[in-house]
């Protein structure tokens, strides 16, 4: 079967799965949580794949480079990339709630400090850095770049460990390919068990929050329709429909699981079909992204909080909603790939502007709802970086080929 069928056919399947499990979990309540081990062993899998996906392939794209001082120009327009981007979410979700002011007049206050929040009510920076250093995917970035230069540096007499390595990775996606193939099933388990869990109180739930859950969805598709589109047009030259379509297995995925870090797999292999993209960009940029570059967990965060702000009759200033733009970006890069994690790191953007953290009370139970936008969002940012960052890598290149060889 040629790659652009299995892509197809997977596409396909995967956006029907999550639909099914969707209608299955309202049919079947709470009934549906039977099938949640199925979805459990399904992430499981795609967690462990990461981990020597993100080895190998690493390693063997900096191992080939030509030119290993690429690396420097190549993170710097990455980070550049992620701030760039981030920030511009933020914006969006802060003109966004100050027009639509969701959160005035609201009746419903909690006066409870939610519990998965309680335990973390001391977060704070040094927790933030403390999470990055830790996070299994930073670490396997690290040893891979530095297996990478060595063997580059080593380049004649590692020819033959290059090779192995390249096997590696080949044998690596070839068993990510036959594993896609259980998604379909795997993601419909997980929708289906998520939905079948919230039941009908989901509906009474949503409606208290109507209109804030309203103002993020709509802050986050402005974001990807039109903002990450812009520049993938200008920077990736690609019509960003296409990257879509190419891409939606990965978006799929994210929205059912709700984890940029388990997706990351199912991003690799939909982005490796995009020829543009080499694979020491796509090996870098996705895995890093994964951990650091979320824009619609930072929308998310900023638009939380100033609800939160609206909901209690705090007035906020200028100063304020400065120092929440900038604290909700770096609480997005603090958040972990993982369900719901942006809840517990929106404590950092509360108590940087004195928002009582009882506010979370009027969302948590929401938010594995939103959660998943925003982290299809999230794998969609990464995703257009990838190819944005690969053209304009490769345009440098062209222009100053002694700088970049
Ligand atoms: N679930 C998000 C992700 O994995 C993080 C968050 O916003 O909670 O990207």
């Given at each position: 079967?040629?790659?652009?069928?299995?892509?197809?056919?997977?596409?396909?399947a995967?956006?029907?799965?999550?639909?099914?499990g969707v209608l299955f979990g309202w049919l079947y309540g709470a009934q549906a949580q039977k099938i949640s081990w199925i979805g459990d062993g399904f992430l499981n899998i795609l967690k462990a794949l990461a981990i020597p996906l993100i080895?190998?392939?690493?390693?063997?794209?900096?191992?080939?480079?030509?030119?290993?001082?690429?690396?420097?120009?190549?993170?710097?327009?990455?980070?550049?990339?992620?701030?760039?981007?981030?920030?511009?979410?933020?914006?969006?979700?802060?003109?966004?709630v100050n027009l639509i002011e969701p959160g005035l007049g609201f009746a419903q206050i909690e006066n409870e400090i939610p519990d998965k929040v309680l335990q973390k009510s001391e977060f704070t920076m040094n927790d933030i850095l403390a999470g990055i250093s830790a996070n299994l995917f930073i670490i396997l970035i690290l040893i891979s770049l530095s297996a990478g230069v060595l063997l580059s540096l080593f380049q004649k007499k590692a020819v033959k460990v290059i090779k192995i390595v390249e096997t590696l990775n080949r044998l690596t996606m070839k068993i990510l390919h036959w594993f896609l193939w259980s998604a379909p099933i795997g993601i419909f388990a997980i929708v289906a068990s998520k939905f079948g869990k919230a039941g009908d109180a989901f509906w009474v739930e949503l409606s208290k929050v109507a209109l804030y859950s309203l103002t993020v969805i709509i802050a986050l598709f402005i974001h990807a329709a039109f903002t990450l589109p812009l520049i993938l047009?200008?920077?990736?030259?690609?019509?960003?429909f296409q990257y879509f379509k190419?891409?939606?297995?990965?978006?799929?995925?994210?929205?059912?699981?709700a984890s940029s870090s388990a997706t990351l797999p199912v991003t690799i292999e939909s982005v490796s079909e995009e020829e543009d993209v080499p694979k020491s960009v796509s090996s870098?940029?996705?895995?890093?992204?994964?951990?650091?570059?979320?824009?619609?967990?930072?929308?998310?965060?900023?638009?939380?909080?100033?609800?939160?702000?609206?909901?209690?009759?705090?007035d906020l200033t200028i100063f304020q909603q400065v120092i929440?733009?900038?604290?909700?970006?770096?609480?997005?890069?603090?958040?972990a790939g993982i369900p719901e994690a942006g809840l517990v790191t929106m404590i950092i953007v509360l108590k940087a502007v004195n928002l009582p953290l009882e506010g979370i009370g009027l969302l948590i139970s929401i938010d594995w709802f939103l959660d998943?936008?925003?982290?299809?969002?999230?794998?969609?940012?990464?995703?257009?970086?990838?190819?944005?960052?690969?053209?304009?890598?490769?345009k440098k290149k062209n222009t100053c080929p002694h700088e970049l060889l």
């Open positions: 079967m040629t790659s652009k069928k299995y892509h197809l056919i997977l596409m396909y995967i956006v029907i799965s999550a639909l099914c080895l190998f392939s690493l390693t063997s794209a900096v191992a080939s480079l030509k030119d290993i001082r690429q690396i420097g120009p190549l993170g710097g327009s990455t980070l550049f990339y992620y701030f760039l981007t981030t920030a511009l979410a933020v914006l969006t979700g802060l003109i966004l047009h200008y920077y990736g030259k690609k019509n960003p190419t891409l939606l297995p990965a978006l799929g995925t994210a929205f059912s699981t870098f940029v996705l895995p890093l992204g994964a951990t650091v570059n979320m824009d619609g967990t930072a929308l998310y965060e900023a638009v939380a909080a100033v609800f939160i702000a609206q909901a209690y009759g705090i929440i733009f900038f604290t909700a970006n770096l609480a997005a890069i603090g958040a998943r936008f925003r982290t299809t969002v999230n794998v969609w940012g990464d995703s257009v970086g990838a190819l944005a960052i690969a053209k304009y890598m490769k």
